[in-house]
């Protein structure tokens, strides 16, 4: 009987707690959701604040993101104006250096300053291009000399005819025009009579040309005419006629002449050249002078396949006998009938066509043979000559070429001589 | 009468040359105003053109001096350098074109 007041209170006892912890839980629960409250409260706040700081970065982003468009369209816009930009420039040329050593009487071993020759091509789409080449190099003397190799008009008038107009250089033969500048010149000189003084070589014209070429079947014709102020007599009779155009044509007699040249064979081209004008005598000390007639003939021919390059030219000229004074302080008498005759003939290979060393590939040796003969007034052989010059080249570039030769000067009138040339000379 | 002569001879000179060139630019047959349209660099070049400039560039820019690397020079280089090289080569205006879209499309 003892044990009902016992489970009595601890019925009793259970119950009380129910009722506590049943009156507690509303209390609880309310406080524990005040918290979860707070926190989920604290963490939205933290996300918003996130957010906004995203959205700042993106209106950032936005604004850089706009600039970035804004250039990238400008950009654009500029090459896009670049690409259809109708005139159109460069600026080539080539410059040279060397130094020479020879045993000439009265001739010492010399540097000589670097020369340059600026070509301003200036082109307006494919219908007119000008082109004018400055040279620029220190004489002896320490002076500068400037001077305009040539400067012309092109109007590009079909595919096989361009309308020149200008100083240009003369179509005659090949050497002038195509293969004088020195990073395509093989040695460092020209060869006997190819030059401006004392040779019989037209250097160029001031006038009017037709030029341009044209296909027939596979092989390629192409031709120039031209109608200039034409050449002059040197001020002294030993410098012979001067062929490097004048801006005026001193006897109202113009010169005509042109080219026709013919590739039967990609590597294989020839031409055949002349030129026909009259010659006004000078006048000297005083006195009446005439005009005669003074024509040039060229053939030229090269060879170009592979490593080889072998070619030449012959030039002819000839003036009918004319009264002139010899030099500037001489009364005129008259002078016979004279003639001019120069060529060369030169072979050149590169050995890249026979090693494939890199070093030794760049190096090509060149021989070339050119004689310089005259007849008729006195003064006019003066410079006969026949040359042999032998020489080697290092191409470290297509267009940078170092050239050491040897040349063997055999003149006609005066001792021979002995000559080393080294030239550097770049082209661009 | 032998001097008149002379002197009309004379003067005829000029006038042939100029009535060669009124004949010359008659009788070509591409007007200016054609080629400037078929020339135009506009117009990106097919591969059959690149192609043909790649074989006209081997048979033609070695005649005289060594090959250039097309990667010497821009495009618009290229336009006015080539523009030299068809005058003073002298070249076709279809082979400098040829050349032209080669040397771009190598550059």
Redesign the interface.
């Known amino acids: 009987m003892t044990e009902k007041p016992a489970r009595a209170a601890v019925a009793l006892g259970i119950a009380a707690l129910s009722m506590a912890v049943v009156a507690g839980l509303p209390a609880r629960a309310a406080a524990q959701s005040d918290e979860a409250l707070r926190h989920r409260i604290e963490a939205m706040e933290q996300r918003l604040d996130q957010m906004n700081d995203m959205a700042k970065q993106l209106e950032t982003l936005k604004q850089e993101l706009a600039k970035t468009r804004q250039q990238e369209t400008a950009a654009a816009r500029q090459a896009s104006t670049?690409?259809?930009?109708s005139i159109?420039?460069?600026l080539?040329g080539f410059g040279t250096a060397d130094y020479t050593a020879t045993n000439a009487s009265g001739e010492n071993d010399s540097f000589g300053a670097g020369g340059i020759s600026p070509?301003f091509?200036?082109?307006y789409?494919?219908?007119v291009?000008w082109?004018s080449e400055l040279e620029l190099s220190t004489l002896t003397d320490g002076s500068t000399k400037l001077e305009l190799e040539f400067s012309n008009i092109?109007?590009?008038?079909?595919?096989?005819?361009?309308?020149?107009a200008g100083k240009f250089?003369s179509p005659i033969g090949d050497f002038q025009?195509?293969?004088h500048p020195t990073?395509?010149n093989k040695l460092p000189d020209r060869p006997a009579g190819f030059v401006e003084d004392g040779g019989n070589e037209p250097l160029s014209e001031v006038g009017?040309m037709?030029?341009?070429?044209?296909?027939v079947g596979s092989t390629?014709f192409?031709y120039?005419?031209f109608?200039g102020n034409g050449p002059r007599l040197n001020d002294t009779a030993d410098a012979g006629v001067k062929m490097e155009g004048f801006g005026g044509d001193d006897n109202?007699?113009?010169a005509?002449g042109g080219r026709i040249g013919w590739r039967p064979l990609?590597?294989l081209?020839v031409g055949v050249s002349g030129m026909r004008s009259k010659i006004k005598g000078n006048v000297g000390s005083g006195g009446t002078v005439g005009q005669s007639v003074y024509d040039v003939e060229d053939i030229d021919a090269?060879f170009?396949k592979g490593n080889w390059d072998i070619r030449g030219e012959y030039i002819r000229s000839h003036l009918d006998n004319l009264l002139t004074a010899i030099d500037l302080v001489s009364a005129p008498v008259q002078i016979p009938d004279s003639s001019w005759h120069s060529w060369y003939a030169q072979v050149a290979y590169r050995l890249a066509g026979i090693t494939d060393n890199k070093v030794l590939g760049n190096f090509e040796p060149v021989v070339r043979y050119s004689q310089f003969d005259a007849s008729g007034l006195a003064d006019f052989t003066g410079n006969e000559e026949k040359r042999l010059s032998v020489g080697l080249d290092y191409?470290f570039a297509?267009?940078l070429v170092a050239k050491i030769a040897y040349e063997n000067k055999d003149f006609a009138n005066k001792a021979n001589e002995d000559v080393l040339r080294v030239q550097m000379a770049f082209?661009f | 009468m032998k001097q008149i002569m002379k002197q009309m001879k004379?003067t005829r000179?000029?006038l042939v040359?100029a009535l060669?060139?009124a004949i010359?630019?008659t009788i070509?047959?591409?007007?200016?105003a054609a080629?400037?349209a078929t020339?135009s660099?506009?117009t990106a070049p097919s591969p059959i053109q690149i192609a043909q400039g790649a074989k006209a560039w081997?048979?033609?820019c070695?005649?005289?001096?060594?090959?250039?690397?097309p990667k010497e020079?821009s495009d618009?280089?290229w336009?006015?350098?080539v523009?030299?090289m068809?005058?003073?080569?002298?070249?076709?205006?279809?082979?400098a074109?040829q050349i032209k879209a080669f040397l771009k499309a190598s550059n």
Not at chain 1, 154 to 164: C, G, I, Q, V
């Open positions: 670049d690409d259809s930009r159109n420039w460069h080539a070509i091509l200036v082109g789409k494919d219908l291009f082109e092109n109007l590009l008038a079909t595919d096989w005819l361009t309308l020149t250089l025009q195509h293969l990073w395509i009017a037709l030029r341009g070429a044209f296909p390629t192409d120039a005419v109608a109202n007699n113009k005509f990609p590597y081209s090269a170009t191409w297509p267009s082209g | 004379q000179a000029p040359f060669a060139v010359a630019a070509s047959p591409i007007p200016v080629q400037s020339a660099n506009d081997s048979e033609n070695g005649r005289c001096h060594n090959y250039r690397d020079f618009k280089n336009d006015v350098i523009n030299h068809r005058t003073i080569a002298p070249l076709p205006g279809g082979v074109r």
